[in-house]
């Protein structure tokens, strides 16, 4: 399918039509991640997060190192029931959230048994509380170890890896719907490697990049091989952010060569290497990224703008969803979510986005859920914690989970299983 040939979404997709009924078990939830929202992790995050380099650079940019430290986080690891229960409010079917290989592997070859039957439990809270379960294996972190040993640009670190998931499979193969093998690799690569704004904190390491592109790439594959000679009929792809790279001037070749430059190098690629492995598609959605032909490439209208600065623009998770179409295969929304802290377009957001997926469901796309980025207010990543990701606002002092309004819109839709017309 192509995108060329489907009405103009920026156009025709952004007001909702009047009840769009989602199909039959399509999955409702939200999305978390695993060092993201457990607390008390100990992993290349952990360690960098603390290094006197890190400290350093916030301290130049007059920012509170504190601030950027994950410690406790949502304390999700002891709360997760709780947790769950936050997501039968929600009128959820479904959970993705993740597990952590530092906990189940915190030194090479010692495997932790009191982490392996927590997850476990984490698992069959999960089922008990009527949430069908979306596992992310690994969601950019790994054992501190794994980086002494040079991290992912090491070949050998696939073999570790494998290792783990085999683990995993074994002892959570039964309770799992959807293994997401790799959330985002391209986000750590550009992170670690280029920008040096995520462990190991290198810069313009091209060459490292690469092999640890392709290491992702191999992982994936023979984890995917992995899970299927456990489970002949498991459901496993990958999480991918799927911005939508479009054209300035859909008229200018090179405006037109360059965004589609930008999209193989951030997603086509990584596909292209294991889309025979992959039996669903795993799309994380955030902003679209219109390019022009200079530096630095990227000049969104930003009409309307998340607390992050991204530019909220929900005709693009119509285009990407078409796009993706192409691969013939199911569609899971696994994270698509803004950051603001006062709610003020979180429920508008959710409306428009779920609009446009509702249209590219009946131009052909094969979309089985949309998972929520996220539940609450957790760690985010190299920014900290002041983003507000969450449905549920989150007290970092009490732990308290409080709903904010656009809780309530997304409840409804869940429960209804469609939009309602406004
Ligand atoms: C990541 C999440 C992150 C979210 C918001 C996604 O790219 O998978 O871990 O919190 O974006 O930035």
Not at 162 to 186: I, Q, S
Not at 193 to 200: L, N, S
Not at 373 to 395: H, I, T, V
Request: proline content about 5%; hydrophobic content about 40%; glycine content about 6%.
């Amino acid at each position: 399918m192509d995108r060329e040939s489907l009405p103009n979404p920026s156009v025709s997709a952004v007001v909702p039509a009047p009840a769009l009924a989602f199909p039959k078990g399509f999955l409702w939830g939200t999305a978390v991640s695993a060092y993201q929202t457990e607390g008390g992790v100990i992993n290349d995050w952990s360690e960098w997060e603390k290094s006197p380099a890190r400290i350093a650079s916030l301290k130049k940019q007059g920012l509170e190192p504190n601030d950027f430290i994950c410690g406790p986080a949502c304390d999700f690891y002891r709360r997760y029931k709780e947790d769950f229960a936050l997501c039968q409010k929600l009128n959820n079917n479904a959970i993705r959230l993740g597990i952590e290989w530092a906990r189940i592997e915190p030194a090479k070859g010692v495997w932790d048994v009191e982490a392996i039957n927590h997850y476990r439990e984490v698992l069959a809270a999960a089922k008990e509380h009527g949430l069908k379960v979306v596992l992310t294996l690994w969601h950019w972190t790994s054992p501190a170890w794994i980086a002494k040993d040079g991290g992912w640009a090491n070949k050998k670190i696939v073999s570790h890896f494998l290792r783990f998931v085999d683990l995993a499979v074994k002892e959570y193969g039964t309770a799992v719907d959807y293994w997401v093998t790799l959330n985002e690799p391209m986000v750590p690569i550009g992170w670690g490697y280029i920008k040096g704004c995520a462990p190991p904190g290198k810069k313009f390491s091209f060459y490292q990049a690469a092999r640890v592109f392709f290491n992702l790439a191999r992982a994936h594959n023979q984890a995917y091989k992995i899970i299927h000679k456990h489970f002949k009929d498991a459901q496993v792809g990958i999480a991918q952010l799927t911005n939508h790279f479009e054209p300035a001037r859909h008229w200018f070749f090179v405006e037109v060569f360059f965004a589609r430059l930008f999209r193989f190098f951030h997603q086509d690629f990584f596909y292209f290497l294991i889309k025979r492995r992959l039996d669903f598609i795993g799309l994380n959605y955030y902003h679209h990224d219109r390019i022009v032909w200079y530096p630095p490439f990227r000049r969104n209208r930003n009409e309307r703008q998340s607390d992050l600065g991204w530019e909220i623009y929900p005709a693009g998770i119509y285009a990407v969803l078409i796009n993706l179409a192409r691969f013939k295969k199911p569609i899971i929304i696994t994270e698509n979510g803004l950051a603001d802290s006062q709610d003020r377009q979180r429920g508008q957001f959710i409306i428009e986005h779920l609009d446009n997926v509702h249209q590219a469901i009946s131009a052909g796309a094969d979309v089985r859920g949309y998972f929520h980025w996220s539940l609450l207010d957790n760690f985010e990543w190299n920014k900290g914690w002041a983003p507000k990701f969450g449905l549920y606002r989150l007290d970092r002092d009490t732990f308290w989970r409080t709903p904010r309004p656009s809780a309530k819109i997304y409840a409804e839709i869940c429960r209804n299983n469609r939009l309602e017309s406004k």
